[in-house]
């Protein structure tokens, strides 16, 4: 069972930056999964975001955050990231982390979710 915790979610103006963390549980196995960034905006379905996939380690954006998201990877701490720029009212929602054992490829059956980070952006 892969535990994880999103953090850094908050408001901020239309231009702005933010740095989304999420850390988890399991240190020693950490390179063996993959990871996806999602978000669900208000009123709307949830949405992949970025996708880290463990077996060759690619990262994969979504077209309306690439040149903008940027996503990282910690070993050390079991933690990924992702660093949000130049933020737009149309990235507000929720931020969710999600992992799978052996990952490649982001879905909405992942096997372990985060509980999310709120992101707002507004004048």
């Known amino acids: 069972q892969l535990h994880l915790v999103e953090s850094g979610g908050g408001m901020v103006q239309p231009g702005g930056s933010l740095t989304l963390a999420c850390v988890a549980s399991?240190?020693?196995?950490?390179?063996?999964?993959?990871f996806g960034w999602f978000r669900q905006a208000p009123g709307k379905e949830r949405e992949q975001v970025v996708c880290y996939g463990s077996h060759v380690g690619s990262i994969t954006y979504s077209e309306s955050v690439k040149g903008r998201f940027t996503f990282t990877r910690d070993r050390a701490t079991a933690t990924v990231y992702l660093h949000l720029n130049n933020l737009e009212a149309e990235d507000t929602g929720v931020y969710y982390c999600a992992a799978e054992w052996y990952g490649n490829q982001c879905h909405e059956a992942m096997d372990y979710w985060g509980k999310g980070t709120q992101v707002t952006v507004s004048a």
């Open positions: 399991d240190n020693n196995k950490f390179d063996y999964y993959g």
